[in-house]
């Protein structure tokens, strides 16, 4: 194992990670980009050359299959971008801790990718998440230290959960050795069904799938905004969809009724976090609640047990990180320019920087899944996968099945409601005066952003060719699922060409004809003063308002639906009996210790 | 080969733009005839159209201009490939590029296209008008989707366009069944407010936000959202012939048939347009959410138990 030079993908980021505690801060940055880009160079080369890729795959602990170089790939890709935005733009008081961090976390990452014994894969998987526990006590919000209590409550405790369920896999299964890939049994028998839900937990909680979802909006409205886009956003989904592709492609095999509540889960996940996405008045948690809204088309498509709507599922993964973080990215540049992430208080900054107006589309385009971008190419091929399924099952799980599909389907024009309103309150609509003055981002913040967006658009057109033949494809040949054909017909290149074809046509028309003159806002008569300027929150009051929707939205803002405060609530509860039980007296308690040993004699 | 399907978008967008200034002169025609009117005369839709071109055009100083002069092109390429898309389907029998799922989702492109393009002026009516415009389209959307799936189901998950078409020839037509029927008026009701005609012109409201969103557009770009207006009344009707009539057989006898189909939605769109009075958008989203919704799935119900 010390010949193997591919833990260096674990060890050279961890080395950096330590070496820059005791670094000046341009050291730090220039010894940062050069271990991320050395990482993501063997990653490279390691995806490009099969015969390594062989011969890694004996190594004893650390293995690797198609399913882990994809995401292996997608998280150095979107490290390395990240990176190029933390450059410039980090606040100076924390910069420093930053550039520790960052490394090690990519590390950690990189580890449970790589570790095929489950023990190894547990350690590392813990230490992803202390990283983003520190990465959020970094954040200078009010709320900041609660916020990081409560994600790493909720991380921490589906952590144990992983723990108790590769524990049971481990000793039902002695013969596999504690090696995941080698793990494989029938979802039958308690001790499944357990260390399957266990699992589940995990993987539902590092995703942020519903119930297990409310660390990811905290989270986001606290922590520095290039962690956000770095954790919650990217590395931790590809990490918990990845786990979850490992259980139900490789180490359980499912009854459709088990896909079905997958597919349930996704559906609920989908809808439940994007309602809550409209209402928000805050950039960064709406950002949040569509970063767990997403998750759910995941969950849909990975545990759908249809082969394309798992290649979807995947796909849309890799899609989801990268507008993602570009969409947390662009909202950073705009907060580092005007101060604020507030949406109440942003308006009609498009004219100030077009750039990053253009990046903030393109992102939101893409998760709204409009076509040609490539939110909507993984978005339809899991739609494909799930009417697929749906021809082959009976008439309840049928009707049962198209309920999901239509409220997934639904939950991309809840998105693309809730982008539109979260782009009028930034760029559209009226300039408030005190942002006259704001200047476009820096060159190192739209650079990361313009290269996020170029693979949106790369990736919707070239969907066939790049990502699904080279990463996806392959994990579903190695698995024995491969060969399946498209229902329907997507031709995005061809689409575009058409569309941009009578663009053009229409901008020619347009420019023959012409006559322009400039002239102020026209309102009846009236002047365009500061009270008429409408921001966009309220943009859906009625539905907020609406019967039923109104008590719901009611409980969830009284937190009765977040799962860490009901259980906070819980075991406050249990504390104050345990408190008044505890008065301090002596007769009281000698009244217990009396009592308990009655008890133990009648026991005996 | 690639030339051929230019020369097919080409040849349908015109057609569409042409046929569909001619479809909103019956419009105005009818809507006059009904309040008792005269009404224009057949090319006046041209003559309004070419003069708007001639018209200049006033750009918001303050606004952002790259945004307001894309938004009305985008929204009519979007329209131009839609259309092609379904004409090619319903004359010959070929797939264009996309499914319906793909059109489902080009067609959100419009509501987005108005939005941004109106709030990118900073007028407060175009903003407010936006907000309502969105609101719309999820009120509508639902029941789409619900619409849309019966007669996927119904032609045993055919998603391609004229496969739709090929296996309601078997098959016979969607509007024929139960769920077929109920899905087909709620469909009418969702194109309705898709193409924004009254009662569903909440956006725009006249009387009420000055054209909301289109309010700050003048020359060649309102020109722009005019004709998508009208593209839109040919191309949504013909989607809704595609996926419940079993389209067009072009031959002989047929051609009445083709034309009497499409007149019967266009001719229902007119009437519920001169019947009702504009309703505020809560009555719309609670109509499409609470009546609408449930009756789109008890549609989806009896289709997959073959009703």
Not at chain 1, 80 to 94: C, E, P, R, T, Y
Not at chain 1, 349 to 374: D, E, R, Y
Not at chain 1, 388 to 414: H, N, R, T
Not at chain 1, 475 to 502: R, W
Request: proline letters at 4%; hydrophobic letters at 55%.
């Amino acid at each position: 194992m010390a010949t193997n030079p591919y833990i260096a993908l674990i060890l050279i980021p961890i080395v950096v990670g330590l070496v820059n505690l005791i670094l000046p801060r341009l050291l730090q940055k220039i010894l940062t980009l050069i271990g991320i880009g050395l990482t993501g160079f063997l990653t490279l080369k390691l995806a490009l050359d099969p015969e390594f890729f062989e011969w890694i795959y004996e190594i004893q602990y650390l293995g690797l299959d198609k399913l882990g170089i994809f995401a292996l790939v997608g998280m150095q890709v979107l490290a390395l971008i990240i990176l190029l935005f933390a450059l410039k733009g980090v606040n100076s008081d924390i910069e420093r801790s930053f550039f520790i961090l960052y490394p090690l976390t990519v590390g950690f990452c990189n580890g449970v990718i790589l570790s095929d014994h489950a023990i190894v894969f547990m350690v590392f998987w813990g230490l992803s998440g202390v990283t983003l526990y520190l990465f959020n006590l970094l954040g200078r919000g009010k709320e900041a230290s609660e916020s990081a209590r409560k994600t790493f409550m909720l991380i921490g405790g589906s952590d144990a959960c992983l723990i108790l369920g590769f524990v049971m896999l481990g000793l039902a299964m002695p013969q596999a050795s504690w090696s995941i890939t080698a793990m494989q049994m029938p979802l039958s028998g308690s001790i499944a069904i357990i260390a399957f839900v266990c699992l589940l937990i995990a993987a539902l909680a590092k995703a942020g799938g519903f119930p297990f979802h409310t660390w990811v909006p905290s989270y986001s409205k606290e922590a520095p905004v290039e962690s956000v886009a770095f954790l919650p956003a990217s590395l931790d989904k590809i990490l918990g969809i990845y786990l979850l592709a490992r259980m139900v492609m490789q180490i359980f095999q499912c009854a459709i009724l088990v896909h079905m509540i997958l597919i349930s889960i996704g559906a609920i996940t989908v809808i439940a976090a994007v309602m809550m996405a409209l209402i928000q008045h805050n950039g960064r948690k709406l950002l949040g609640y569509h970063a767990v809204s997403q998750v759910g088309y995941m969950i849909m498509g990975v545990g759908s047990g249809s082969p394309i709507a798992f290649a979807g599922g995947l796909f849309h993964m890799l899609n989801h990180t990268i507008y993602k973080s570009n969409l947390f990215l662009a909202l950073g540049s705009v907060e580092k320019q005007t101060g604020t992430n507030e949406l109440d208080d942003l308006g009609g900054l498009g004219k100030k920087m077009p750039i990053t107006l253009i990046m903030a589309m393109v992102g939101a385009f893409s998760i709204s899944g409009l076509p040609p971008f490539n939110g909507f190419f993984s978005k339809w091929m899991i739609y494909q996968g799930l009417l697929d399924l749906a021809k082959e099952v009976s008439p309840g799980y049928e009707i049962w099945l198209l309920v999901c599909f239509v409220l997934a389907i639904f939950g991309s024009a809840l998105t693309l409601a809730s982008f539109l309103k979260y782009l009028h309150a930034i760029f559209l609509g009226k300039l408030p005066k005190k942002y006259d003055k704001i200047k476009e981002a820096p060159i190192n913040q739209w650079l990361s952003t313009g290269l996020l967006s170029a693979l949106c658009v790369v990736l919707g057109l070239f969907a066939m060719e790049l990502p699904l033949k080279m990463l996806i494809l392959p994990i579903l040949e190695e698995n024995g699922m491969a060969g399946f054909e498209y229902a329907g017909l997507y031709k995005s290149k061809f689409t575009l060409v058409m569309m941009g074809l009578v663009f053009l046509i229409g901008l020619i028309t347009y420019i023959l004809t012409r006559k322009v003159r400039f002239d102020a806002i026209y309102l009846g008569g009236m002047d365009a003063l500061e009270k008429f300027r409408v921001t966009g929150t309220e943009f859906y009051q009625e539905i907020r308002r609406m019967k039923p929707l109104c008590t719901i939205y009611d409980w969830a803002e009284k937190k009765w639906l977040d799962l860490y405060a009901l259980l906070g609530g819980c075991s406050n509860s249990l504390g104050g009996l345990f408190q008044k039980a505890h008065p301090g007296l002596l007769s009281l308690y000698l009244l217990y210790i009396v009592l308990g040993m009655l008890v133990f004699m009648l026991l005996k | 080969m690639i030339g051929l399907k230019l020369l097919l978008l080409l040849g349908f967008m015109l057609g569409t733009a042409v046929f569909g200034l001619i479809v909103g002169w019956v419009d105005r025609k009818v809507s006059a005839r009904v309040q008792f009117r005269v009404g224009p005369p057949l090319l006046q839709n041209f003559n309004d159209f070419f003069k708007l071109m001639g018209k200049e055009t006033i750009l918001v100083k303050e606004g952002i201009h790259w945004l307001f002069i894309a938004a009305p092109l985008a929204a009519f390429s979007m329209l131009a490939v839609i259309s092609t898309m379904i004409w090619v389907a319903l004359i010959l029998n070929q797939g264009f590029g996309g499914d319906l799922i793909v059109v489902m989702y080009l067609m959100m492109i419009y509501s987005v296209m108005i939005v941004i393009g109106g709030s990118s002026t900073g007028n407060v009516y175009s903003s407010i008008g936006a907000g309502r415009e969105i609101k719309l389209l999820l009120g509508d959307e639902l029941v789409f989707i619900l619409v849309c799936l019966v007669p996927i189901i119904q032609t045993n998950y055919a998603l391609q366009l004229d496969q739709i078409i090929a296996k309601q020839a078997e098959n016979g037509m969607v509007i024929g069944s139960v769920s077929g029927t109920i899905a087909f008026i709620l469909g009418l009701l969702c194109i309705q407010a898709k193409i924004a005609m009254p009662p569903f012109h909440i956006a725009e409201a006249e009387t009420e936000l000055v054209e909301g969103p289109l309010m700050e557009y003048s020359g060649p770009l309102l020109a722009f959202w005019k004709l998508n207006h009208h593209m839109m009344i040919v191309a949504y009707p013909l989607l809704l012939v595609l996926l419940f009539f079993g389209g067009f057989n072009l031959q002989g006898i047929g051609i009445l048939w083709a034309v009497l189909k499409y007149l019967v939605i266009v001719v229902l769109m007119i009437l519920i347009k001169n019947t009702n009075p504009r309703i505020r958008i809560d009555t719309a989203l609670h109509f499409f959410w609470r009546i609408a919704a449930p009756l789109g799935l008890i549609a989806v119900i009896l289709a997959v138990l073959g009703v």
